[in-house]
């Protein structure tokens, strides 16, 4: 009878093992990162058009002050230095640009604590029949802007949105 050499044939299969389930498991890994990132943008583009929609819905109600919303939004130092303190609503002598400044305040201050930046900018292709402003909400390493010419921005200047980008973008009339 022949004698056979089967030493260590036991353990080189055990490896084997070990090593196509650390192969699993690293894969499966990967997948729950990326479950969790996804869940985590999708939570912030809900918080983000909760808030938009809010603001829109005030600009909808104060149309005459679109230019104040869109100066408080961009951070235009002369319009944000107006006095609203003394402006609580609109029934208490409260013109309807102090208002604007009090809501864009209030919402930027929102956005600053999700560390959110926001902008304000006439919606591309809406010149020429009625005043649609769009508003940009960006986080993450994402500008809020419409631009061809700025790596980082939102959207490019025709409204559509840059690959990679980390934004959303509503509607105000």
């Given at each position: 009878m022949p004698v056979v050499y089967e030493q260590g044939v036991g353990l080189i299969e055990v490896m084997v093992a070990v090593l196509l389930l650390s192969v699993a498991?690293?894969?499966?890994?990967?997948?729950?990162?990326r479950a969790v990132s996804a869940t985590d943008e999708s939570l912030m583009r809900t918080q983000v058009l909760s808030i938009v929609r809010g603001l829109s819905e005030n600009m909808r109600a104060n149309p005459n002050a679109l230019e104040a919303y869109e100066a408080a939004l961009?951070?235009?130092?002369?319009?944000?230095?107006?006095?609203?303190?003394?402006?609580?609503?609109?029934?208490?002598?409260?013109?309807s640009e102090q208002l604007a400044v009090k809501e864009a305040k209030a919402a930027k201050k929102i956005?600053?604590?999700?560390?959110?930046?926001?902008?304000?900018?006439?919606?591309?292709?809406?010149?020429?029949?009625?005043e649609i402003k769009c508003i940009i909400a960006a986080w993450g390493d994402t500008k809020p802007l419409m631009s061809d010419s700025v790596a980082d921005a939102c959207a490019k200047s025709n409204g559509t949105y840059k690959r990679g980008s980390t934004c959303v973008i509503v509607e105000a009339y």
């Amino acid at each position: 009878m022949p004698v056979v050499y089967e030493q260590g044939v036991g353990l080189i299969e055990v490896m084997v093992a070990v090593l196509l389930l650390s192969v699993a498991v690293l894969g499966f890994s990967a997948l729950q990162m990326r479950a969790v990132s996804a869940t985590d943008e999708s939570l912030m583009r809900t918080q983000v058009l909760s808030i938009v929609r809010g603001l829109s819905e005030n600009m909808r109600a104060n149309p005459n002050a679109l230019e104040a919303y869109e100066a408080a939004l961009n951070g235009d130092s002369t319009i944000t230095s107006i006095d609203q303190d003394s402006c609580v609503t609109l029934t208490e002598s409260c013109t309807s640009e102090q208002l604007a400044v009090k809501e864009a305040k209030a919402a930027k201050k929102i956005f600053d604590g999700y560390g959110i930046n926001i902008g304000m900018t006439q919606c591309p292709g809406t010149t020429a029949f009625s005043e649609i402003k769009c508003i940009i909400a960006a986080w993450g390493d994402t500008k809020p802007l419409m631009s061809d010419s700025v790596a980082d921005a939102c959207a490019k200047s025709n409204g559509t949105y840059k690959r990679g980008s980390t934004c959303v973008i509503v509607e105000a009339y």
